[in-house]
């Protein structure tokens, strides 16, 4: 079965310009969570939704990161005026909500490079 | 602040031997995920341990809770090549969702 999509695989932008990082979850999974994993780091929390709401948005490290899920489906991570810091693999989630057994589903991430 | 440990970072062993990951995390917490992430890829899902005293087993991989010591376990018995990975333990606080990860411990399993 399909599991999380995430787009583009890779990613390369200047500093200074705006990415915009896809996240399709698994069919059926309400949450839906993003991660930062720097190189030789494990991932660190950024955000998590559940339906369209956001429940929770304090791993973003600033406001230049902003995360949508209009439809409670796809969701869209946007980072503006990016920084050389921000260069990481991000990486989405998705879970059954109420379903304590059951993991997080990780797709293969996006790997961003800010020059 | 809730802080996840692994020992060790980096774990060389050769294959058919036994050696156990340790996971020690700082807050109460009743929810710990196992992962493995092969290089350039994503994490695949190990385990799901949900209670104190938790064990559970697949194949030459075995883990464990304790939540009174705050510690998880991870023994690999009779090693072999294609164990070589990352593996990385996760908590959940209080049922936020929230996965907190540990440090990671690389292990290269040498034939």
């Known amino acids: 079965g399909a599991g999380v999509s995430q787009s583009p695989r890779y990613k390369v932008a200047k500093r200074g310009q705006d990415v915009a990082l896809r996240c399709d979850p698994i069919s059926g999974h309400v949450s839906l969570f993003w991660y930062q994993q720097a190189l030789g780091q494990g991932p660190e929390f950024l955000t998590y939704f559940q339906n369209e709401a956001q429940l929770d948005k304090s791993g973003l490290p600033s406001d230049r990161f902003f995360a949508e899920r209009p439809e409670g489906s796809v969701s869209t991570l946007k980072i503006q005026r990016t920084q050389q810091e921000d260069s990481a693999v991000y990486l989405c989630?998705?879970?059954?909500?109420?379903?304590?057994?059951?993991?997080?589903?990780f797709g293969d991430g996006t790997r961003l490079s800010i020059l | 602040e809730l802080k996840v440990e692994q020992n060790p970072l980096f774990l060389s062993m050769q294959e058919g031997k036994n050696y156990t990951i340790y996971c020690n995390y700082s807050?109460?917490?009743?929810?710990l995920y196992w992962y493995r992430q092969d290089p350039g890829k994503s994490l695949e899902s190990l385990f799901v341990?949900?209670?104190?005293?938790a064990v559970k087993q697949e194949g030459r991989l075995m883990a464990s809770l304790d939540t009174k010591a705050r510690l998880s376990t991870l023994h690999i018995t009779a090693a072999v090549h294609d164990l070589s990975a990352t593996y990385f333990c996760a908590v959940d606080i209080d049922a936020t969702n929230k996965l907190i990860f540990g440090t990671g411990t690389l292990l290269a399993v040498q034939p």
């Open positions: 989630a998705s879970s059954l909500v109420g379903v304590s057994n059951q993991p997080q589903h």
């Open positions: 341990l949900l209670s104190n005293g």
């Open positions: 807050t109460t917490s009743d929810r």
